[in-house]
């Protein structure tokens, strides 16, 4: 039996921003950021976004060691030695309202209103990967510039998958 699409996209949604919180919290961060989202979406079960980055020749897992790279960076012009990693989401996220910061709030609202105009109309993780290649400044940003990855390329791979179907 299949899902209602609006039940699919409750499901797909609670997924992401839990997941997303998870990446947060093993990071260090109080709030989820874009970088977490994007990590998050990596993750789910539409493959859209992880299919994205292989088109481009990356494997998606090294994302998380390109956003430990930037963090530890920040960390060091400032003076701040930092030791650790990101440790991948664990299945037993934290449960209440979902929080995040303006910059994933807005990747977040902006991937919702990408996805009511492809077809079909569901959130998947390609419209978070574009949704987050819109944003020029910030951790992923960096993160996707360290792995060696323009930006538009990526754009364009996960406009490729979600038009795959």
Do not use: W, Y
């Amino acid at each position: 039996m299949k899902l209602p699409r609006a039940l699919r996209d409750i499901r797909t949604i609670k997924t992401l921003l839990t997941n997303a919180e998870t990446e947060a919290t093993n990071g260090g961060d109080d709030l989820p950021g874009p970088e977490h989202l994007l990590l998050s979406t990596i993750g789910l079960p539409d493959g859209t976004a992880r299919r994205a980055f292989q088109r481009l020749g990356i494997e998606p897992d090294h994302l998380r060691t390109a956003i430990n790279d930037v963090h530890q960076e920040a960390l060091a012009r400032i003076g701040v030695t930092a030791h650790g990693h990101l440790e991948p989401a664990t299945p037993n996220a934290p449960t209440g309202p979902h929080r995040m910061t303006a910059p994933a709030q807005q990747a977040f609202h902006s991937a919702v209103a990408l996805s009511k105009t492809t077809r079909p109309a569901l959130l998947r993780g390609g419209h978070i990967v574009i949704a987050v290649c819109e944003q020029e400044h910030g951790t992923v940003t960096r993160a996707i510039k360290a792995l060696g990855i323009d930006r538009a390329a990526l754009t364009a791979a996960a406009h490729e998958e979600l038009a795959a179907g």
